[in-house]
């Protein structure tokens, strides 16, 4: 053999490394301990979210339906691209996705930018409204993109060509700057929330409260199991008080122009109608509007995006005369003043112009039905602007009427101490004379003038204009005080008999608006036509486009005293109130026709024009979920109203 | 002269809790492949092992000092299979580390060559006459164990060139490594280490480190691996989630399950309370070989023994280590419960020898 030394080896190195390996394993022991005992819990938690995935459901936002029950805002439902984000998307799976869907990869960065401050395991949409293309690009690369889903959401169907879009509103993704106010504090980047009209006022109702899935998952992102699911409430839904055929009365008489119709009734502070135009379609904000779309709405000299009904503030013109009429006869000024009208009249050395010659010995009973300028000059410098701006303030001028719709302006209703608070200038008096005919420093909205001039009409009494039922709404959601709807102003019923007749006069021969007579009802009103720009200035200017032409006004009522029904027309570059007067007719006497029975132009017309189409992809039934089943596809239509076979029921003239 | 051999001294002990430690393996084997493209692993698992036994007790009737004495052989042999390797070698994941056998047979060399150079060492220090090493010795020593694993790094293996330090470290600290030459050599790795990180390293070894360091910086790219793992083994608690339970071993979410990862996957599902008890296995099983190397007839077997028990050591240091964050990612398996024919085969090999050497003790 060839065994060299014998020597043994030192024990005392074979221990240490004995204490050595003890080491070692005690410290990996500790390891162990501070992992699965110290950290288990938050471990534990780890692993849960590790392989539990949420799922939204989305909840359906409740119908918007007519004060008769006829489903004027429906959805439809329609697939959504949903990225989910607990793995990370690397730049490569990114730009398949992009071209998958028919983006570009900056889009799905913006996006997943735009909720990067939402929750890991709360997935993001990425595409609205898919094409079966995309959602079979979805289905065909779930193994390569896991983190690809799709989700049913259920889309806002709205009347088509913008019918009602204003009141109705829109809905869209909630923005940065409303997640920072407080009322939306409990809203998430990417909830779908009400942006304009009744969508906007009446969101916390109509929105409902999304349910979610859980599934587990593997750590590729496959299903293997379902957890529990919590299903999601849908929305209530909304019945206004709007009428749809008065709706569709109002929104033909607007056709063709630009301004904004609201029909209420005075009795209740119901709006029946209300349409502004130009208008824009809902639909397309329902889905992501484009850049350039949006942009278009926004440019557009007409702002078809502002509710005119409620955010117009132009001066009332002649309108303003019946206010006028309120205070010189409740101040007993008015019913002994008789003017000589020779078209004009000169004031604090200035001469203001009637727009015709009314000549000697008009009283207020025919200044009103022949909207004698003359006389009201006369009657505002006798009143002076503190009692003006005294009656005007109690019917509720240039104040917001508080209808529950977002946005609405106030108007302007001058004063002393008005202008002294807004110029830090002392009032003239010439300036009352032009407040007289509702001219100068004034302006209104259609929405004030309904309420006002219905609220005279209606014996001193104001309701509230409201498009929503209070009784229907939860609680909360109702107006604070029933108080606070209603505002009394008291008038003598002698000058409310007088201030009615005259204006009933209005639609009679000889009347400003004679050719807005309706036969058989008594239909009363103020005509009014406001100048954008003074006389002078269009003379000294050499103005004379279509911007420039006079704004139509015309407020009816119908019957004369204790109305049903108040309508105010605005129409921009109307000239005369005369035309306007012709269009409140029109709404009116749809009313009335349905009063007494007549079949509405929408039960005459059937169902078939009153639906929308719309195109949709869906899963053959059939299929078990997840199994990314056949797909079907189409365009259908989606009956907007149920056409009603109503009744010809007589019924007694109002 | 004739030596009587009898299976009484066989380490009956040590076999015993060897195999209570295979068995483990291969229910976690199970568990871990069971519904994957896996399964069935656990049942190759077992033919290695009985493989592997038979190899063992072969082995033990060689006598071991034939082998030693053809250890020199031994050594140029395996050089050259590594060389071999890096020629012809089967190219995996950017390195060649397998040598495609007849017979569709996988044959890593590295594993093997372990042995080699543990019998090539004992029978260098077997010869040595003084009672401290020289710097002669040391170097001597650097060259047996060096030039291997600079082959194996070059793979580039990193994982098991690593395997080949204990080794080196253990036969100098019972050749009589002095301390003034320990510290130099302390210093000379730091100075090799930062060397090799600044010239050598691949970029993916130096973003394990990296991710070693910071896995929370990219948990779901290079920290993947670590978080995982941090995530089974936390969430495995005291008591486990039970056999086949454990979700982010079933889920997938932890990689190599039933390879480098095994160990995780056993800590998810049985919790602190069985990761322990395998640690007590392993230690009582490192004992019983230490006290083997103890009662070896001459220095040669116990150099030999205490090389397994290097080996066997810092791969339990190293992959337990990985596991409980102590340590980088390096792809070191975990001997005796992970899966893989070479690492079961080395370690019933080196059993062989180990009992070869006691069933010798009282002869002489």
């Known amino acids: ?654 | 002269m004739r030596r009587f051999l009898s299976y009484r001294d066989f380490d009956w002990l040590l076999l015993g809790f060897i195999l209570l430690i295979c068995a483990l393996g291969v229910l976690e084997v199970y568990s871990t492949t069971f519904s994957t493209r896996f399964a069935g692993m656990h049942m190759k698992q077992t033919y290695w092992i009985l493989v592997g036994l038979g190899l063992m007790f072969a082995v033990s009737l060689v006598d071991y000092h034939s082998l030693l004495e053809r250890s020199h052989w031994l050594w140029i042999a395996s050089v050259l299979a590594l060389v071999a390797v890096l020629i012809i070698g089967h190219k995996v994941l950017g390195a060649r580390r397998w040598i495609g056998l007849p017979g569709g047979i996988h044959f890593q060399p590295s594993e093997w060559v372990k042995l080699v150079v543990i019998l090539a060492l004992a029978r260098y220090y077997h010869e040595m006459k003084q009672r401290e090493a020289t710097l002669a010795d040391i170097a001597k020593t650097g060259l047996i164990a060096g030039i291997p694993m600079l082959l194996v790094l070059a793979q580039p293996d990193l994982g098991t060139a690593l395997t080949y330090v204990p080794i080196f470290g253990m036969a100098l600290f019972l050749g009589g490594l002095r301390l003034k030459h320990a510290v130099a050599l302390g210093l000379l790795a730091c100075a090799v280490g930062a060397g090799g990180w600044l010239f050598v390293l691949k970029d993916y070894q130096k973003e394990r480190v990296h991710t070693f360091l910071n896995p929370e910086s990219d948990p779901q790219g290079k920290g993947y691996q670590i978080q995982q793992a941090l995530i089974a083994v936390g969430s495995g608690g005291i008591w486990g989630k039970g056999l086949t339970k454990g979700t982010q071993t079933q889920g997938e979410f932890l990689p190599m399950t039933h390879t480098d990862f095994a160990f995780a996957s056993f800590a998810e599902e049985q919790g602190f309370v069985g990761a322990c008890g395998v640690l007590l296995l392993y230690f009582v099983v490192l004992a019983r070989l230490i006290q083997n190397a103890q009662t070896a007839p001459d220095r040669a077997g116990t150099f030999t023994v205490m090389g397994v028990v290097a080996v066997l050591a810092f791969h339990v240091l190293v992959n337990v280590g990985m596991v409980v964050r102590f340590m980088p990612v390096t792809g070191i398996p975990l001997p005796l419960m992970s899966y893989g024919g070479s690492s079961v085969l080395f370690m019933f090999l080196a059993l062989g020898i180990v009992m070869n050497i006691r069933m010798r003790r009282f002869v002489n």
């Open chain 1, 1 to 654: 053999m060839m065994l060299g030394s014998e020597e043994k080896i030192s024990q005392g190195r074979l221990l240490a490394v004995q204490y050595g390996i003890l080491v070692i394993f005690l410290t990996l022991g500790f390891g162990l301990w501070r992992l699965q005992v110290m950290g288990s819990d938050r471990y534990g938690l780890l692993a849960e979210r590790n392989r539990i995935r949420t799922i939204p459901i989305l909840a359906p936002r409740g119908k918007i339906l007519d004060r008769e029950g006829r489903i004027l805002v429906d959805n439809y439902p329609s697939f959504s691209a949903l990225l989910l984000r607990e793995q990370p998307t690397t730049d490569e799976d990114l730009v398949k996705i992009a071209s998958g869907l028919n983006l570009t990869p900056e889009q799905v960065r913006e996006r997943m930018r735009k909720v990067a401050g939402a929750a890991r395991f709360q997935p993001v949409i990425l595409k609205d409204d898919i094409t079966p293309d995309e959602l079979a690009f979805i289905d065909s690369h779930r193994n390569e993109l896991p983190q690809l889903d799709t989700i049913v959401v259920h889309r806002r169907l709205y009347p088509r060509d913008g019918f009602a879009a204003h009141l109705i509103g829109y809905v869209g993704e909630v923005s940065e700057e409303m997640l920072n106010q407080p009322k939306y504090e409990l809203y998430a980047p990417g909830d779908v929330v009400g942006r304009s009209g009744v969508e906007q006022s009446y969101n916390a109702m109509l929105m409902g409260t999304d349910g979610s899935r859980r599934v587990l998952v593997n750590s590729r992102g496959k299903e293997e199991g379902r957890l529990d699911e919590k299903p999601a409430q849908p929305g209530k839904q909304l019945r206004l008080t709007i009428d749809l055929d008065l709706q569709i009365a109002a929104e033909q008489a607007l056709e063709g122009h630009n301004g904004a119709v609201v029909a209420l009734d005075p009795r209740s502070g119901e709006v029946l109608a209300l349409a502004s135009r130009p208008t824009f379609d809902p639909n397309h904000f329902a889905v992501h509007i484009s850049r350039d779309e949006w942009n278009a709405l926004l440019t557009d000299p007409g702002k078809p995006l502002l509710n005119k009904a409620i955010q117009a503030q132009l001066p009332p013109g002649s309108v303003f005369k019946i206010i006028m009429s309120v205070a010189g006869l409740e101040e007993g000024v008015a019913q002994t003043l008789v003017v000589n009208c020779a078209g004009g009249k000169n004031f604090y050395g200035r001469f203001f112009k009637c727009h015709s010659v009314h000549g000697g010995g008009v009283e207020i009973t025919r200044a009103i039905p022949q909207s004698c300028d003359t006389f009201f000059y006369t009657l505002a410098e006798r009143l002076g602007i503190s009692r003006i701006a005294k009656y005007a303030m109690a019917l509720g001028l240039g104040q917001r009427t508080g209808i529950d719709l977002p946005q609405e302006v106030a108007g302007v209703m001058p004063s002393e101490e008005w202008k002294a608070r807004t110029f830090r200038q002392k009032w003239y008096a010439g300036e009352t004379i032009s407040v007289g005919i509702g001219q100068g420093a004034v302006t209104t909205t259609p929405i004030q003038l309904a309420y006002a001039i219905g609220g005279i009409a209606s014996g001193g009494v104001l309701r509230r204009p409201h498009v929503a039922f209070p009784q229907d709404l939860p609680p909360e959601m109702r107006p604070v005080s029933e108080a606070g709807s209603e505002r009394r102003v008291p008038i003598d019923p002698k000058n409310w008999e007088l201030i009615t007749d005259a204006m009933a006069n209005v639609t009679q021969p000889g009347g400003t608006a004679a050719s807005a007579h309706l036969e058989g009802v008594d239909f009363a009103g103020k005509t009014g036509s406001a100048q954008v720009v003074s006389n002078e200035a269009k003379q000294k200017h050499g103005l004379s486009g279509a911007q420039y032409k006079d704004n139509g006004w015309f407020v009816g009522v119908a019957p004369r005293r204790n109305p049903e029904i108040v309508v105010c027309i605005l129409v921009e570059q109307g000239e005369h109130g005369t035309m306007a007067a012709r269009l409140v007719a029109q709404v009116v006497k749809a009313y009335v026709e349905k009063r007494r029975g007549h079949p509405t132009k929408l039960a005459r017309q059937g169902s078939a024009s009153s639906s929308v189409e719309v195109a949709a992809v869906w899963e053959e039934p059939g299929a078990a979920p997840g199994e990314g089943g056949k797909l079907g596809g189409g365009r259908f239509r989606v009956p907007v109203s149920r056409s009603r076979a109503r009744a010809a029921a007589p019924q007694g003239a109002p």
